[in-house]
């Protein structure tokens, strides 16, 4: 226990770690004589005060009050009577009832001599109710639950949303991915008024054109607009678009905007529902190795109006001519009657240009020389490369060609370059390709179907 005893030679015994309480403390600067209001409390003679807000900090110090000039406690008069650290316990007050205080002088202390400071140590009456709030629950998930509803008894229950939140370095989300809220729905007009909603994405309905986003109150943030018609979205240098002409958007897609301040907003992201018409799309690739065939018998369909087929094959046997079949079942059979017409012509670097072309109904499609040197060469550094455009393939009343480009080493080496083109002689709608040497396995290489958008 801490105590404050007098002897017959020093008058007061108290200890240096935690002095004996005080009536109430200090919270601007005063003078010291008189009885007078510290804080709120109405301070008489022999009433001790802590006086830590003094002009002059060598004034500061706990002192017993006197209807004339106050003196300094016996127990903190003296250079042997506080060090850095000495606490004390304030009983009353409106600021701090409840509340320890401590010296933060570092080095001898004097009182009298030294400036003294002091500094809160813990508010003991508000941690306790918070505290308390805690013990309530049994659960994290239940104490969390308590501070975001801001029940129970104590602190939290007067908890308010910081609106001016800090954030820096790495921001741990715990394993889960954060959800930017949904704003009302907006009604297409001039502007779009952003500025009574609360939310980051809104759907937008309606068609019409705009001309800006309205919301006075945003500095710097983003928003993302989904759109449920076209809408015409007008360039202006406050509503800026990619490559400042205005945008034309359709059903579905989607636009982030970010906010640059003083009621400007720039586009920066545009994602359509459909990629715009002509773009390639890779269906499907294959890489091969030692197989007899390759085979594409998914993604053919009416969503594209013509597709791709290119890549690179190395024959396991020399002297060969790729072959290309169709199939109208999706791949349980390739036709291989006579329904295949086709041309090519071949230039050598050496200037000799050849011809092949079956005169009438083939089994499949050639694609190479049908000179036996100047075939597919199976070489490490030989094979063929290709690309070739299906086009009417999903079209059930059109027949199905095919028209491209080959390059190829030859087996007695040099190069071969070829226009090719063909057709499946049968109108109706075709499902699968199928690319294969006339003998022998694809030793390696890889195909990609591509489809052209509508």
Request: with cysteine; proline share 2%.
């Amino acid at each position: 226990m801490t105590s404050v005893t007098t002897d017959r030679l020093a008058g007061v015994n108290a200890s240096l770690s935690i002095k004996a309480p005080v009536a109430a403390a200090t919270t601007a600067n005063i003078t010291l004589s008189g009885a007078q209001t510290i804080d709120g409390v109405s301070v008489v003679a022999d009433d001790r005060v802590l006086v830590k807000d003094q002009t002059d900090g060598t004034e500061n110090g706990i002192y017993d009050v006197k209807t004339s000039v106050w003196v300094r406690a016996k127990d903190f008069d003296g250079a042997r009577d506080v060090v850095t650290g000495t606490v004390v316990l304030v009983i009353g007050g409106t600021v701090s009832a409840g509340i320890w205080y401590k010296v933060t002088t570092t080095g001898t202390i004097t009182p009298g001599t030294t400036s003294i400071a002091f500094a809160s140590v813990i508010p003991i009456g508000a941690y306790s109710a918070v505290v308390d709030d805690f013990l309530d629950e049994t659960t994290q998930a239940g104490a969390r639950t308590a501070i975001a509803a801001g029940t129970g008894t104590g602190t939290m229950s007067n908890l308010v949303e910081d609106t001016t939140p800090q954030l820096g370095g790495v921001l741990d989300t715990n394993g889960k991915m954060i959800s930017w809220s949904k704003g009302a729905n907006l009604t297409t007009a001039s502007d779009l008024d952003i500025s009574a909603e609360d939310g980051n994405h809104f759907d937008v309905g309606g068609p019409g054109t705009i001309a800006g986003i309205v919301d006075p109150s945003v500095q710097e943030g983003f928003i993302i607009l989904n759109f449920s018609q076209s809408n015409t979205l007008t360039h202006s240098s406050t509503f800026l678009m990619p490559g400042a002409v205005d945008y034309v958007t359709q059903v579905d897609d989607v636009c982030m905007f970010v906010s640059r301040g003083g009621g400007i907003w720039k586009m920066v992201a545009h994602l359509p529902k459909a990629k715009p018409v002509g773009t390639t799309v890779l269906i499907e690739k294959q890489t091969l190795s030692s197989a007899a065939t390759v085979d594409f018998t998914t993604g053919i369909d009416s969503k594209y109006d013509e597709y791709i087929l290119t890549g690179f094959l190395l024959p396991s046997t020399d002297d060969q001519q790729l072959a290309l079949t169709v199939s109208n079942d999706g791949g349980s059979t390739f036709e291989a009657g006579s329904n295949y017409h086709f041309t090519g012509k071949y230039a050598r670097q050496t200037g000799v240009t050849e011809y092949l072309d079956n005169g009438g109904g083939a089994a499949n499609m050639l694609f190479a020389d049908d000179t036996t040197t100047l075939m597919v060469g199976n070489g490490s550094d030989e094979g063929i490369w290709f690309e070739f455009r299906v086009i009417n393939a999903a079209d059930s009343a059109k027949r199905t060609m095919i028209d491209g480009e080959v390059s190829y080493v030859p087996a007695d080496g040099g190069f071969m370059k070829g226009h090719v083109g063909g057709t499946y002689n049968v109108a109706e709608a075709i499902d699968g390709i199928r690319l294969a040497f006339v003998s022998g396995n694809i030793a390696s290489g890889t195909v990609r179907l591509l489809g052209v958008t509508k």
